[in-house]
């Protein structure tokens, strides 16, 4: 079954820190994984994407990896901002002709002064 | 023009009303979507056009209704919902082969009183 897991669930960090979040995948055939942030009531925004081949891709202060051989990818937030206050999930698309995604079930992160 | 617009931002409806949810982009993409997300989930799909064809109805409940009436308009028709419709209601679109994934709208917040 295509499955997206992430992790934590929620975090709480200090304004400055710098913090790591995780997705696991089961998605097969893979093509493509896109990390979004989300505020509260709004639409998702896109991060970063990443293809098969691609293990590193930055965005100003955050770095997506994904190592494909075991289906991991992670988010890393340097410096954190109160801006950065949202949920960010990471959806994955399969190569198997369908116009599905697999969403996460996100992570909520919350910056504090 | 890289966005996807949603109109309106807000809306409120009574259970026995009428109303259609509108989504708008210019970026050539000929697959547009409808998810729905509520509180603290991840977004669910509903709809998918291709084409401006329907081609994945994910069961939806026949009191929403899709429409497509040219490669660059999605709506969503609404007619005698149910309080538990209340949700944030994403548009997205990509290209059909969605390899560069969606791109979200900002969303309509639906109460239904």
């Known amino acids: 079954k295509n499955q997206v897991e992430q992790s934590p669930q929620s975090l709480i960090i200090l304004e400055g820190k710098n913090c790591t979040l995780q997705?696991?995948?089961?998605?097969?055939?893979?093509?493509?994984l896109r990390w979004y942030k989300q505020d509260t009531g709004r639409g998702p925004v896109s991060l970063t994407i990443?293809?098969?081949?691609?293990n590193t891709k930055s965005n100003g202060r955050y770095t997506a990896t994904l190592d494909a051989d075991t289906k991991q990818s992670s988010l890393h937030i340097t410096a954190s901002q109160l801006s950065d206050s949202a949920s960010y999930i990471c959806?994955?698309?399969?190569?198997?002709?369908?116009?599905?995604?697999?969403f996460g079930t996100g992570t909520r992160l919350k910056v504090l002064a | 023009d890289t966005e996807v617009t949603q109109t309106p931002k807000h809306l409120v409806m009574g259970m026995t009303n009428k109303k259609s949810l509108k989504c708008e982009q210019h970026?050539?993409?000929?697959?547009m979507y409808w998810y729905k997300q509520k509180a603290k989930k991840p977004p669910e799909l509903m709809f998918v056009?291709?084409?401006?064809?329907?081609?994945i109805n994910e069961s939806v409940p026949s009191r929403f209704s899709p429409e497509c009436p040219n490669s660059s308009l999605l709506n969503l028709h609404l007619h005698a919902l149910q309080p538990e419709d209340s949700a944030l209601y994403l548009c997205?679109?990509?290209?059909?082969?969605?390899?560069?994934?969606?791109?979200f709208g900002s969303g309509t917040r639906l109460t239904v009183v």
């Open positions: 970026m050539g993409h000929r697959a």
């Open positions: 997205a679109s990509s290209q059909p082969d969605a390899n560069y994934g969606y791109t």
């Open positions: 056009y291709s084409y401006e064809k329907l081609s």
């Open positions: 959806v994955v698309r399969s190569t198997s002709g369908t116009y599905k995604y697999i």
């Open positions: 997705c696991n995948y089961t998605v097969s055939p893979f093509s493509n």
């Open positions: 990443m293809t098969f081949s691609e």
